[in-house]
């Protein structure tokens, strides 16, 4: 049972945090949007401490997920959320190196994605909420943070950046949805030296669930999470969302998954994501709080 507690350190040293001086802007991405521009020399690094540190004092660990107990976060944590994101809004991320960048806008998704359940007084509809990538909920269309004066939603962040500026499908590995289908949420950080392989792995990582992708024999089952993205990460293309699925498998499943096998899909499961904490026994003669799994609709 993991001890919950108040980062206050890692706080108090952000008001001291900036980035490291880098030279300006030298080159600028093939997509076309407000954060295209880029610096490929520089060095600069996020502070991702104050992520970790969140997320590790909030979380379990159970099964390779990490499972937010979010009513302790809504209790005590949302200072901490808005002193963080307070911070990411004023990165100027046109000085960043791509993989910098990469990792600077998933940190910052999925960082807000908790932050705003965290704000919520009930889960209950999340379904509702999220909707879709093709028909997103109110949720998912709210503007959460202003960066280079640019509001800026987690649907924005998704459509608009990510996947207007990276040619990687291995993306949707890295979008936390706080649903029991989706990817897991990362307890470690994405970082800019890292972001590639990182994302490569959860990618692995996640193909390994049955009820995600499932191969036997000749037939091939795949989790409705990949068609949510499909136009995103492949335009739309199944080939291309097959072909990119069987680099993630095992070399003797590669061929039935790109082409040879017959696909099917199993349906997402959309329960929402969490841990519940309750109070001691009463005969413990204790005040603390323990975790207990919980679901939402």
């Known amino acids: 049972m993991p001890q919950v507690h108040k980062p206050y ?117 999340f379904k509702r909420k999220r909707g879709t990538p093709d028909a997103p909920g109110a949720f998912w269309t709210e503007k959460r943070i202003t960066v280079s004066g640019v509001p800026l939603s987690l649907q924005d962040i998704e459509q608009d950046i990510l996947f207007a500026g990276w040619d990687d499908p291995n993306i949707i590995f890295g979008l936390y949805q706080a649903i029991e289908g989706g990817p897991a949420l990362p307890r470690q950080p994405f970082s800019g030296a890292n972001v590639k392989t990182q994302l490569a792995e959860a990618g692995r990582r996640f193909v390994t669930l049955p009820r995600n992708l499932r191969v036997r024999g000749n037939k091939v089952r795949i989790s409705t999470y990949f068609d949510w993205y499909a136009e995103l990460a492949y335009g739309g293309d199944e080939t291309s969302m097959r072909a990119h699925l069987a680099t993630l498998v095992q070399p003797d499943q590669s061929d039935v998954v790109s082409s040879d096998g017959t696909l099917s899909r199993r349906n997402l499961s959309t329960s929402f994501e969490q841990y519940r904490t309750r109070q001691a026994g009463s005969g413990s003669g204790s005040s603390g709080s323990s975790f207990a799994r919980g679901a939402g609709s």
Request: glycine residues 4%; aromatic residues 10%.
């Open 9 to 125: 350190a890692i706080f108090a040293a952000l008001a001291l945090s900036t980035l490291a001086a880098s030279p300006a802007v030298t080159a600028a991405a093939q997509s076309e949007n407000a954060f295209s521009a880029y610096n490929e020399t520089s060095t600069a690094i996020v502070d991702t401490g104050p992520y970790q540190e969140i997320i590790s004092a909030l979380s379990v660990p159970e099964r390779g997920r990490t499972l937010v107990a979010y009513d302790v976060a809504r209790a005590q944590a949302l200072p901490f959320f808005q002193q963080y994101v307070n911070y990411l809004s004023g990165i100027d991320v046109e000085t960043l190196n791509r993989d910098e960048q990469l990792a600077f806008w998933l940190n910052t998704r999925n960082i807000l994605l908790v932050q705003g359940l965290a704000e919520e007084r009930r889960v209950s509809g």
